[in-house]
T-cell receptor, first 113, second 109 residues
Framework: SQTIHQWPATLVQPVGSPLSLECTVE??????LYWYRQAAGRGLQLLFY??????ISSEVPQNLSASRPQDRQFILSSKKLLLSDSGFYLC????????????FGDGTRLSIL | GQNIDQPTEMTATEGAIVQINCTYQ??????LFWYQQHAGEAPTFLSY??LDGLEEKGRFSSFLSRSKGYSYLLLKELQMKDSASYLC??????????WGAGTKLIIKP
């Protein structure tokens, strides 16, 4: 069966520090991968998605970047965090976005001080 | 523009039935998903509708009317563990999910 691992679960970082969140999927090949951010009381905001290795689409211009160095690995990064980067970050995968659901990792709660 | 509306919060009694509505206006429609999200946790998939009508899955059912831009999630025999947020999401013309803000459901004994 397929599983998704996302870490760390919580992270407290100072403003201006770098960020690296990692997500890996097991049990499937060539999944579509997604990074979302969820602010309190708000809907999920799609940040990046990837249909294959090295293929990244950005939905919202911002302080973050994403990379997919391997088929089942998706990384969210920042060189300098802003206060507004605080939130709940979720990684998700789907085998067929046309009619299959996305499945989420446990999420990372990021607090910027 | 893209717009998905859900009530912010609902309260129901254990053992009862509750209906959570979702109305939408999006650029294209390729399906509607319902997810459950407990506080502090990730969303988990509940149901998918792409054709009009009712899809039943145990205590949970989801209904879709594409002509009205309307869906509802029906929860029967409510249990305390059903206390969570319920998220409606539309698969748009680019096969990307557009998410509603969610409905927080509070179950009282």
């Amino acid at each position: 069966s397929q599983t998704i691992h996302q870490w760390p679960a919580t992270l407290v970082q100072p403003v201006g520090s770098p960020l690296s969140l990692e997500c890996t999927v097991e049990g499937t090949s060539n999944p579509n991968l997604y990074w979302y951010r969820q602010a309190a009381g708000r809907g999920l905001q799609l940040l990046f998605y990837s249909v294959g290795i090295g293929q990244i689409s950005s939905e919202v211009p911002q302080n973050l970047s994403a990379s997919r160095p391997q088929d089942r690995q998706f990384i969210l990064s920042s060189k300098k965090l802003l206060l507004s980067d605080s939130g709940f970050y979720l990684c998700a995968w789907s085998v067929n976005p046309e009619n299959q659901p996305q499945h989420f990792g446990d999420g990372t709660r990021l607090s910027i001080l | 523009g893209q717009n998905i509306d859900q009530p912010t919060e609902m309260t129901a009694t254990e053992g009862a039935i509750v209906q959570i509505n979702c109305t939408y206006q999006t650029s294209g429609f390729n399906g509607l998903f319902w997810y459950q999200q407990h506080a502090g946790e990730a969303p988990t998939f509940l149901s998918y509708n792409v054709l009009d009508g009712l899809e039943e899955k145990g205590r949970f059912s989801s209904f879709l009317s594409r002509s009205k831009g309307y869906s509802y999630l029906l929860l029967k025999e409510l249990q305390m563990k059903d206390s969570a947020s319920y998220l409606c999401a539309i698969l748009d013309s680019n096969y990307q999910l557009i998410w509603g803000a969610g409905t927080k459901l509070i179950i009282k004994p």
